[in-house]
Each structure stands twice: as C-alpha cells, then as structure tokens.
Nanobody, 131 residues
Framework: QVQLVESGGGLVQAGGSLRLSCVAS????????MGWFRQAPGKEREFIAVINWSGGSAHYADSVEGRFTIARDNAKNTVYLQMNSLRPEDTALYFC????????????????????????WGQGTQVTVSS
C-alpha cells in the first residue's frame, strides 16, 4: 500500500505563491505517473496537473497553465506543485495522486486526467487565496 502525504498549503494573498509537496512511501514512486487535483466546497474534484515517470513531460489544466508547475524528484519520492499568481478561485483542498498503471510508454496520449485513473490518494492540503 502506498501512502501519500501532502504539505505546503496555507493562506496567501491573491498574486502570491505557494509550493506544495507530496511524499510517497515505498519503492515504486518512479513507476507512477503523479497528478495533482483540487476540490472546492460543493464542487467536483478537478484535475490540475500530471507528470510522467521520468519528470520529463507534464500536462496541465487550462485553468492553471502558465501559473502552476509540476515537478518530481524520484530520489526523494516527492512530487511538487509550484503555484504562482494565485487567485481567489484557486482556493480548494489540493490532493496528490499516484497512477500505478503499468503503461507501455513514459509519454502517454491521452494523459490520465480523470480521478478514476489514479490508484492512491493523499488526504489533501488546504490552499486559501484571499482577495
């Protein structure tokens, strides 16, 4: 069983930045596509970003493209989400997730964007952006 633990959330003013981290347990981290999602009260869980095994390629939701950056360090079993130019509408509980599917390629088309594509989830870290 893989455990994912997020950190780095908090309260920030609009225009500010935060960096989220997610640490995974076990020895299989480099075999997982890693994604970030968020969920605001009363809304469905929303895809934010995903990164491939090697960290050489990533895909973003239109709502965060150009403002957020996903990265990973396989030696540290950690995936990051750098969030810049934050807006009040970015306020949500942010989750990292691991897709353990044994894909045949490290460069997928289409990217896994659906929550059902992911096998393991963290408990989330709250991000609140004030106006």
């Amino acid at each position: 069983q893989v455990q994912l633990v997020e950190s780095g959330g908090g309260l920030v003013q609009a225009g500010g930045s935060l960096r989220l981290s997610c640490v995974a347990s076990g020895n299989s981290f480099s075999n997982f596509y890693m994604g970030w999602f968020r969920q605001a009260p009363g809304k469905e869980r929303e895809f934010i970003a995903v990164i491939n095994w090697s960290g050489g390629s990533a895909h973003y939701a239109d709502s965060v493209e150009g403002r957020f950056t996903i990265a990973r360090d396989n030696a540290k079993n950690t995936v990051y989400l750098q969030m810049n130019s934050l807006r009040p509408e970015d306020t949500a509980l942010y989750f990292c997730a691991a897709d353990a599917t044994p894909y045949s390629s490290d460069y997928l088309i289409p990217w896994p964007r659906d929550p059902d594509d992911y096998d393991y989830w963290g408990q989330g870290t709250q991000v609140t952006v004030s106006s």
